[in-house]
């Protein structure tokens, strides 16, 4: 008997299709993989960061090694996490311990029972009267203090963090506020939602008999991808916003308006790095008088902004081609000017093609910008006050005149 053409593929298909639809892949999946369980903190994960502040496994001395156990991606990703985790409140602990910062509590109202999040401050970060940094990081996982978690586990502390920063700044005589423009919810597990019966009108089976029947079509309709991707059940989570600190873009208002308008610097300097970048020109947008009025100067590196999508006015372009410099990435030696492809900060080159480190490939190059700025606005300033003394002096001078 001759056969129809592709019947045999659809039979194929078909086999395979019910052979799937009785493999649980849920449990064969988890008998290759580890369980998800890490260590949770450095010491038991067996690394720590040696006198260059580059990471090491204690035993072998060898540098963090991602991939753990071979074809394991998501395995070794989550526990690549886990690490990112710890590394956060390491570096939380250096800001403290080495840098001598403290915690300023956001909402600055916060209850006892709603999300909060923090900055990092200075002893003299409101008191100090001549000078005030800021640090913005770029979007992500990255928390206070960190650039690139990237660098911090596979470079240095320094290239990855904020601290070689803070240290500097602290050394020539600025206070220091390090924003935390990521921490923006609280994560809640969610609670497990009541299976529904069905109505007794429905069917006229026994509801033990549906509600197998039921599982049993549910398990066949669950997607194959989502089953492969997740084979180990995870908690579901849900997120519940922070106040008025919901995005980094309202953080960054937020640290403004009840930190950095109210401290006592007669000139704050930014350091914004990538998304930090994009959320200082939109402070720029709704608050730009205080902002013009305060900032001395603004260090963006490799910066993401778009005053045309932010819809920056022509006044804020202006001030941004004056008192802003971007540090972008680039293969041309640090500090050499790139055609900016919108006219609105000068760009430079940071030295380096890579994304994260451009923040401290620029380094000195940054301070350096910051003293050239602050000598300029000292000059500025008392320019303005001999022209305002001058022009008080010679009226005097033409009264005694008449009345000779």
């Known amino acids: 008997m001759a056969q129809i053409p592709g019947q045999e593929n659809k039979e194929k298909t078909t086999a395979l299709k019910d052979l799937l639809s009785r493999i649980d892949l849920d449990e064969l999946m988890k008998k290759d993989e580890p369980p998800l369980n890490f260590p949770k903190t450095l010491e038991e994960f067996e690394y720590a960061f040696n006198e260059q502040g580059r990471l090491r496994h204690t035993t072998t001395g060898e540098a963090y090694v991602f991939n753990a156990r071979e074809d394991l991606h998501r395995w070794n990703q989550k526990r690549y996490e886990a690490l990112g985790e710890i590394i956060t409140h390491y570096v939380y602990q250096l800001l403290e311990t080495k840098c001598n910062l403290t915690k300023e509590i956001v909402p600055v109202d916060a209850t006892e029972e709603e999300p909060r999040s923090f900055i990092y401050m200075s002893a003299d970060g409101m008191s100090n009267p001549t000078k005030l940094l800021v640090l913005i990081q ?3 996982v990255v928390r206070a203090g960190q650039w690139a978690r990237r660098l911090i586990i596979n ?4 290239s990855g963090t904020q601290i ?3 240290t500097r700044a602290q050394e020539e005589g600025y206070s220091v506020m390090v924003l935390n423009p990521n921490e923006n919810h609280l994560e809640v597990e969610r609670p497990a939602k009541p299976t ?5 009108e429905a069917s006229d089976e026994p509801a033990e008999k549906r509600e197998r029947k039921d599982d049993r079509e549910s398990k066949k309709k669950r997607d194959f991808y989502e089953k492969y991707r997740n084979p180990q059940k995870e908690s579901e989570t849900e997120q519940i916003p922070i106040r008025e600190n919901g ?3 309202e953080h960054v208002l937020y640290a403004w308006d009840h930190f950095v308008s109210k401290a006592a610097a007669r000139n ?8 930090g970048g994009l959320s200082l020109v939109e402070l720029l947008i709704q608050r730009e008088a205080q902002v013009k009025n305060r900032v001395c100067a603004v260090a963006m590196t490799d910066s993401i902004h778009n005053i045309w999508h932010q819809d920056a006015s022509k006044s804020i372009q202006e001030w941004l081609q004056q008192h802003c410099r971007n540090w972008v990435s680039s293969p041309e030696p640090l500090d050499t000017p790139v055609e900016p492809m919108l006219s609105d900060c000068p760009r430079v080159s940071a030295g ?3 994304h994260e480190l451009t923040s401290w490939r620029s380094f000195n190059s940054i301070f350096q910008f910051f003293s050239e700025a602050l000598q300029t606005e000292e000059e500025e300033t008392s320019n303005t006050v001999t022209t305002r003394s001058s022009h008080r002096t010679k009226p005097d001078h033409d009264h005694n005149h008449n009345d000779l």
């Open 155 to 158: 470079q240095d502390l320094d």
């Open 138 to 140: 770029g979007c992500g």
């Open 164 to 166: 070689p920063f803070i």
């Open 247 to 249: 995005s980094p873009e």
């Open 268 to 275: 704050v300097f930014v350091v914004a790095h990538s998304y």
């Open 352 to 354: 380096t093609e890579r």
């Open 196 to 200: 529904a019966l069905p109505s007794p």
